[in-house]
């Protein structure tokens, strides 16, 4: 029951997450991708203006609003709002 309880919420809340990179400050440093646990973000295949790869979000619905990569961004690039 309790199992079923905890993938409900997680469930819930991925449907509410949404995830904001800003791509001018990402330096494609992988580390919010190590971080999410989801799979939810992965390193795009576009560059921004200086020439960086930069993190994408993709699985939105995998979401679970943790927070991970927008603790370990060391640019502050990504904003997760529920």
Known sequence: MQQLLENNFEK???EMAK??????YCKG???????CKKDVIKIGDDSNALGYRYA?????ENCIACRM??????????????
């Open 69 to 82: 990569c927008a603790m370990t961004c060391p640019e502050a690039a990504i904003e997760i709002y529920k």
């Open 29 to 35: 440093c992988n580390l919010c991708v190590l971080a």
């Open 12 to 14: 819930e809340v991925g």
């Open 56 to 60: 994408v979000a993709e699985k939105m």
């Open 19 to 24: 995830i904001e990179i800003n791509s001018n």
